[in-house]
């Protein structure tokens, strides 16, 4: 037998055997079974490595560039430095969870994956994407020392969550256009600015603890809820919002002075601004159309919703400020609101939000149904009753 066809059967057979070794699903938890893939550049089927039982603190995968499935790195309590530098492409989810140690990943050439997440990495403090993450669905960081996320690179995405990175300051999304799902930004550093100045279309967005909101210019409509609570930047303005499907909410922003809705004509759900200490001019001059409910309680000294037309759920307007009158608020009862309830109330020492039970309206003090009263209305009927039964 001549020396070529055994060359050939010699590099088939490494071929194969490279093959069986970079073929999944795989789960990995020892530096030995680790071995076994590292010099896969493409990897068909899913990678789990959890829980190594190793003294290592270096995971290196630098020579992997492409997974045809999920990559799962979870619960590795030892490991201080995740090494994927040639990762271009996930077609599943690449998963970074509870490794307690990590200091240190290493994304370089990420540019596509399905779904990231990085969570519960109590020592990682920073996240980037150098290559630029073009191509994703699903992002979610959580429970990091992140100060900053750099390199998302995504025109669309389905869904966002980034919550509960305390030092996370700095979140520049400024390539994104559209939000498929939810995005959700919540209990990051007070002092975060948020960059979202692309974007046109969200299905349903809840902006919490911010400092900076950058963007929302060009939002025209929303196809479900949207809400800004515990935000201390002094200005909200959604200046081209006409419709939004379901409810708007903006409460509990101490430090909110102006809100600009100047274009919003309809929404699915409700109207709730509630808690906005500083904030004394509410004005939606465009709505026409509330599905749900109006609740406004705060501060404030004035409310003009003059195009409104049909609420189809109740009304509540409860102000601490003396200087405010029912008198506008009151011409929306009957015709325009639908609701069995109706509340109108100033200077009252806490007001409350949500439609409340008593269809009375106050429009100058804090008014308090008093116990005698409630008890005269119950029993007066009962005694007349029963003394015409003994006449009897």
């Not at 290493?106 to 990495?121: G, K, M, N």
């Not at 960081?141 to 992140?146: F, G, K, L, P, R």
């Not at 025209?220 to 379901?246: E, K």
């Not at 406004?296 to 405010?324: A, C, Y």
Request: one cysteine or more; a negative charge.
């Amino acid at each position: 037998m001549s020396l070529v066809p055994i060359f050939f059967i010699f590099l088939f057979s490494g071929v194969l055997a490279a093959s069986r070794e970079c073929t999944g699903p795989v789960q990995i938890g020892s530096s030995q079974e680790l071995d076994t893939i590292r010099s896969c550049q493409v990897f068909d089927g899913s990678i789990t490595i959890q829980n190594m039982t190793s003294s290592e603190d270096l995971l290196n995968l630098s020579q992997l560039q492409q997974v045809h499935g999920d990559l799962i790195i979870n619960g590795n309590a030892d490991v201080s430095q995740i090494v994927l530098a040639s990762l271009q492409q996930v077609d599943g989810s690449l998963k970074f969870q509870n490794n307690r140690q990590l200091k240190r990943l290493d994304l370089t050439q990420l540019t596509a994956v399905q779904s990231l997440e990085i969570s519960v990495q109590p020592s990682l403090d920073t996240i980037q994407f150098p290559s630029g993450l073009s191509q994703i669905e699903t992002f979610t960081v959580t429970d990091t020392i992140a100060s900053k996320i750099e390199g998302l690179a995504a025109g669309k995405m389905k869904d966002i969550k980034i919550a509960n990175n305390i030092y996370l300051k700095d979140i520049n999304l400024n390539h994104l256009q559209q939000v498929g799902g939810v995005i959700s930004i919540s209990a990051n550093s007070p002092n975060l600015s948020l960059d979202i100045s692309s974007i046109s279309s969200i299905y349903q967005g809840d902006f919490r603890n911010l400092a900076r909101l950058i963007g929302l210019n060009q939002v025209r409509q929303v196809t479900g809820d949207v809400s800004f609570i515990g935000n201390t930047f002094l200005s909200l303005s959604l200046p081209n919002i006409t419709q939004i499907a379901g409810t708007l909410t903006v409460s509990d922003n101490k430090q909110l002075q102006n809100l600009s809705v100047p274009q919003l004509q309809a929404l699915g759900g409700a109207l709730s601004v509630a808690n906005n200490t500083q904030l004394t001019h509410i004005e939606v001059p465009k709505l026409q159309q509330v599905d749900g409910t109006v609740d406004i309680t705060g501060n404030f000294e004035k409310v003009d919703l003059p195009s409104l037309v049909d609420v189809r759920g109740g009304l509540n307007v409860q102000t601490s400020s003396s200087n405010f009158s029912c008198e506008d608020v009151n011409k929306l009862k009957g015709g325009v609101t639908k609701g069995h309830e109706f509340t109108c109330k100033s200077n009252v020492s806490n007001p409350k939000s949500g439609v409340s039970l008593n269809n009375g309206t106050d429009t100058n003090h804090d008014a308090t149904d008093s116990g005698a009263d409630n008890i005269q209305v119950t029993w007066i009927p009962l005694i007349s009753i029963i003394i015409s039964l003994l006449i009897k």
